[in-house]
């Protein structure tokens, strides 16, 4: 097999032709064409990828966006799936139970690969299929590709939110409170804005090699500590630290609220079409995401399950806050440089909607002239603005985390890759003409899988809901919620 796809494309629109555009770009009349325009983007339009068709045509003003080998590729993913949330890890054990916990993270890890493989698979059928909005626009028509175009950037946003807040409490926690921790967050947004300018993720692969690294390493100081230090850090009472393989009093909200973290965890694979439109060959992602997918579910058990054996029911979220204060000022180090790089990369995944969204059928998608680099920044600056006003303006972050996870998180990662299944290979869908079978035992495994992903997301959405409505809910009866903007 070649490095390359060849694949024969339209020619891109000029601005001397586009009184005269059909066929392949739908008659788009402006330029750039209009969002009204672009949410109706013909059938046939999914078929060839717009990066590639404007190669030849933009040849001295065109950037290469399908830059990335397999092993790029493998590390921006890695960096946007083990991040801080691998610090959370602990207190989902907490939840299910030593067992419960393992059982949820590699279950719910190797689905999310078999996911992330059925997403290549279509995207090789449909090169044109640029993101998750696409993929619903190519099966549900122009409202399918609206609802999950909001899905990302309401998702993408969020996650930079969270980003904002991880960020603003290392800062307050390296710098023992120095000033209001607004200002704090404020500077993460900022700083976020200025590692965000460039437009390719493969631009991204060093930076995210560093990312990975330095949360391994504030995760290891972290398991070390929390292993060595006495216990009376922890104990309070004077009851001893004790782990259980399964949960001693389980409650609906604690198991909701623990799965709904790990499908957040794996929350990773609504990048896996924009990742692979910026690859030289797309097929390749699947070894990427294997690394990629292994790594988490490592890495994961071994956060999670050894941080809960040494601090039993006293784990906290996150796991830094276990420790001596020494100890949490080190890790916090190593652990700001991940909360900043990692953010970039999953608000990067709903900002190149945005652009490719925007700018499909003009020639700002692939220019490097100023026009098409400052009209990327603003809309990552945009979208960062929205996560720091959202960050600081909704007192139950975390319960709207849930919500986001619940609409939106499970159906990227698992049920609409089970739908995604079915309508690329079971013969109910086939077009005229087209022969499919199921037969066979791999055929037999994924559509299991495909049925498993849809009933998970069809189970979790309402109990994650509702987990959030009674955490809400809680919140405001205890007087637990700080005030928007708040300093503390």
């Not at 976020?192 to 995210?208: D, P, Q, W, Y």
């Not at 790089?341 to 190149?352: D, R, T």
Request: with cysteine.
């Amino acid at each position: 097999m070649t490095n390359e796809i060849t694949q024969v494309y339209p020619a891109p629109v000029q601005d001397k032709d586009l009184a005269n555009v059909e066929g392949a770009y739908g008659g788009y009349d402006e330029y750039p064409p209009s969002s009204k325009d672009v949410a109706n983007i013909p059938a046939e339009s999914y078929e060839y990828d717009p990066f590639s068709a404007q190669r030849e045509e933009n040849a001295e003003d065109y950037v290469d966006f399908r830059s990335m080998g397999w092993v790029q590729a493998g590390l921006v993913a890695t960096a946007e799936n083990i991040a801080l949330g691998a610090l959370s890890y602990p207190s989902i054990f907490l939840r299910l139970g030593m067992v419960g916990g393992l059982i949820a993270n590699i279950g719910l890890g190797v689905l999310a690969y078999i996911t992330a493989w059925i997403m290549i698979d279509f995207k090789m059928k449909h090169m044109g299929v640029m993101h998750f909005a696409d993929a619903g626009g190519l099966m549900f028509g122009k409202w399918g590709r609206r609802i999950l175009g909001a899905g990302m950037v309401a998702k993408s946003t969020g996650l930079g939110g969270s980003h904002v807040l991880a960020g603003k409490q290392a800062l307050n926690t390296l710098s023992s409170n120095a000033i209001c921790s607004v200002w704090f967050a404020l500077i993460i947004m900022i700083v976020s804005v200025m590692m965000s300018t460039n437009r390719e993720f493969g631009k991204l692969a060093i930076l995210s090699w560093v990312s990975v690294s330095c949360i391994l390493t504030a995760c290891f100081i972290t398991i070390v500590a929390t292993g060595v230090q006495s216990p009376s850090v922890l104990v309070k009472n004077g009851v001893p630290i004790e782990w259980h393989a399964f949960p001693t009093n389980p409650n609906l909200m604690d198991v909701i609220g623990a799965l709904t973290n790990v499908v957040f965890a794996y929350g990773g694979n609504m990048g896996v079409f924009s990742w692979c439109s910026e690859m030289r060959n797309p097929n390749d992602f699947k070894k990427s995401f294997l690394i990629t997918q292994a790594g988490g579910i490592i890495v994961y058990c071994i956060v999670g399950g050894t941080i809960y054996a040494f601090g039993g029911q006293y784990v906290q979220s996150p796991a830094f806050t276990m420790t001596t204060k020494p100890v949490r000022i080190t890790a916090y180090a190593f652990a700001l440089v991940c909360i900043l790089i990692s953010g970039i990369v999953g608000l990067n995944v709903g900002a190149k909607f945005l652009y490719v969204n925007s700018f499909r059928n003009s020639r700002l998608l692939t220019s490097k002239g100023l026009r098409a680099r400052l009209a990327w920044v603003g809309i990552v600056a945009a979208m960062w603005t929205a996560a720091f006003v959202l960050a600081e303006l909704i007192p139950f972050f975390n319960q709207l985390l849930t919500i986001v996870s619940s609409l939106f998180s499970v159906w990227f990662s698992y049920g609409l890759c089970g739908v995604i299944w079915f309508y690329n290979k079971h013969p109910y869908f086939a077009k005229d003409g087209e022969v499919r079978s199921i037969s066979g035992v791999w055929n037999q495994l994924f559509m299991f899988s495909a049925i498993l992903s849809i009933v998970l997301s069809v189970a979790i959405t309402p109990l994650g809901l509702y987990s959030a409505a009674e955490g809400i809910r809680e919140g405001y009866s205890a007087g637990t919620f700080k005030h928007p903007f708040s300093c503390s």
